[in-house]
């Protein structure tokens, strides 16, 4: 029998590759014959880097940044070649750089991602593969646009901090000298949701509370999104509020596409292309992914959803690990044909973080058990 294994990161526990080798590691245990081939992956977040140094090697290069309140930090970005450059939107600008008594959208900024996209065409990539996920930011890319060399004017053009809380106060921008150098590199956006750039589900109201907003700041993020899509509207001719994938990152995807060139991609499938991992599932018997957290935010195009769904492609059964089901997550819907959870069991969340590993072996074997060898 032949089994993948194609998990993201479990964000403050494991790695990707970790994820894998634990549940491998369980299977195996109660199944050693099983054939298991396990591919570490992400879908633009967290680990992206991590995935395609595994998977393609290249060199990794540390640089100095910023981190999303603008404080120094060096973060690490792959050159696959000397032409390509992955860069995640988490290493420099990511929900876990700060503590979490610290977020705040309003004054986050996407300005650290932004040098590490200089650095890389200073390294001499002239195309860019960019992950937008497990941001802390809600400012609409006018971070790394700042970075690059757009200022964005409040209405007596004195120019505005690229930070949420002043996407409302943009009435124009202006294009220093060197912008151009970064117009005719050509950036795929890895993106992992498809969620558009404002509106109910928009950046603000579906990912701005676990970046840190309250009610009243997710309104007020929502209509600077909308301000500012409406003046990228009437300067550039694109309508931001229908545009899939616009809103992730708190709305760096629509920024950058905005005035850069650049395409939106499904991370998971960006990944993909350069793996095998579409010919492993069609010959598997038995697919097996994972995520942290399930719930109704995995529908919006999150990996493991893209894994059930090639899973469903070749007519395999597909069965979920993660750390927390959300109940109101609909399995059937998601392609699930069943689904374990760590902090199932009474098991508590800061156990499920801590044990992660231990408690995803256990798992490995359950599974065995249940869907490799039925008749134990």
């Given at each position: 029998?032949?089994t993948?294994?194609?998990?993201?990161?479990?964000?403050g526990?494991?790695?990707?590759?970790?994820?894998?080798?634990s549940?491998?590691?369980g299977?195996?245990s109660?199944?050693p014959?099983?054939?298991?081939?396990?591919?570490?992956l992400?879908?633009?977040?967290?680990?992206?880097?991590?995935?395609?140094?595994?998977?393609?090697?290249?060199r990794l290069?540390?640089?100095?940044?910023?981190?999303c309140?603008?404080?120094?930090?060096?973060?690490?970005?792959?050159?696959?070649?000397?032409?390509?450059?992955?860069?995640?939107?988490?290493?420099?600008s990511?929900?876990?750089?700060?503590?979490?008594?610290r977020?705040?959208?309003?004054?986050?900024?996407?300005f650290?991602?932004g040098?590490?996209?200089?650095d890389?065409?200073?390294n001499?990539?002239?195309?860019?593969i960019?992950?937008l996920?497990?941001?802390?930011?809600n400012?609409?890319?006018?971070?790394?646009?700042?970075a690059?060399?757009?200022?964005f004017?409040d209405?007596?053009g004195?120019?505005?901090s690229?930070?949420?809380?002043n996407?409302?106060?943009?009435?124009?921008f202006?294009v220093?000298?060197?912008?151009a150098d970064?117009?005719?590199?050509?950036?795929?956006?890895?993106?992992?949701?498809e969620?558009?750039?404002?509106?109910?589900?928009?950046a603000?109201?579906?990912?701005?509370r676990?970046?840190?907003?309250?009610?009243?700041?997710?309104?007020a993020?929502?209509?600077?999104?909308?301000?500012?899509?409406?003046l990228?509207?009437d300067?550039?001719?694109i309508?931001?509020?229908?545009v899939?994938?616009?809103?992730?990152?708190?709305?760096?995807?629509?920024?950058?596409l905005?005035?850069?060139?650049?395409?939106i991609k499904?991370?998971?499938?960006?990944?993909?292309?350069?793996?095998?991992?579409?010919?492993?599932?069609?010959?598997?018997?038995?697919?097996?992914?994972?995520e942290?957290?399930?719930?109704?935010?995995t529908a919006?195009?999150k990996?493991?959803y893209?894994v059930s769904?090639?899973?469903?492609k070749?007519?395999?059964p597909c069965?979920?690990?993660?750390?927390?089901l959300?109940?109101s997550a609909?399995l059937n819907?998601?392609?699930?044909?069943?689904?374990?959870?760590?902090t199932?069991?009474?098991?508590?969340?800061?156990?499920?973080i801590a044990?992660?590993?231990?408690?995803?072996?256990?798992?490995g074997?359950?599974?065995?058990?249940?869907?490799?060898n039925k008749?134990?």
């Open positions: 029998m032949k993948v294994i194609a998990c993201d990161s479990f964000k526990s494991l790695s990707a590759r970790e994820v894998c080798r549940l491998e590691n299977i195996k109660v199944c014959d099983v054939s298991v081939q396990s591919f570490p992400a879908d633009g977040g967290e680990g992206t880097v991590e995935s395609f140094y595994g998977i393609c090697g290249g290069v540390k640089a100095q940044t910023v981190n309140f603008f404080e120094p930090i060096t973060a690490e970005y792959l050159l696959l070649n000397e032409h390509t450059a992955v860069i995640e939107t988490a290493a420099a990511g929900i876990t750089n700060v503590p979490t008594e977020l705040n959208p309003m004054t986050a900024s996407t650290g991602t040098l590490l996209i200089k890389a065409v200073a001499g990539a002239d195309e860019i960019l992950g996920g497990g941001s802390a930011t400012d609409g890319g006018t971070g790394v646009l700042n690059l060399g757009i200022d004017l209405g007596n004195n120019v505005l690229p930070t949420g809380e996407l409302i106060k943009i009435k124009d202006s220093r000298e060197g912008f970064y117009r005719s590199i050509k950036f795929t956006l890895a993106c992992d949701v969620n558009v750039f404002c509106g109910k589900m928009g603000a109201f579906v990912f701005a676990q970046k840190g907003a309250d009610d009243s700041m997710i309104t993020l929502d209509r600077g999104l909308e301000s500012f899509a409406s990228i509207r300067k550039v001719g309508d931001l509020k229908t899939s994938g616009a809103g992730a990152a708190g709305g760096l995807g629509g920024g950058m905005a005035l850069l060139d650049c395409e499904s991370g998971f499938n960006v990944l993909a292309s350069f793996s095998d991992i579409e010919a492993a599932v069609a010959q598997a018997d038995l697919v097996i992914t994972g942290g957290k399930t719930d109704s935010q919006c195009g990996l493991p893209r769904m090639l899973a469903r070749y007519n395999k069965v979920l690990v993660c750390g927390q959300d109940i609909d819907m998601l392609g699930f044909t069943a689904a374990y959870e760590l199932d069991s009474g098991v508590e969340t800061a156990r499920a044990e992660a590993g231990k408690l995803l072996t256990q798992k074997r359950l599974i065995a058990k249940k869907h490799i008749k134990d």
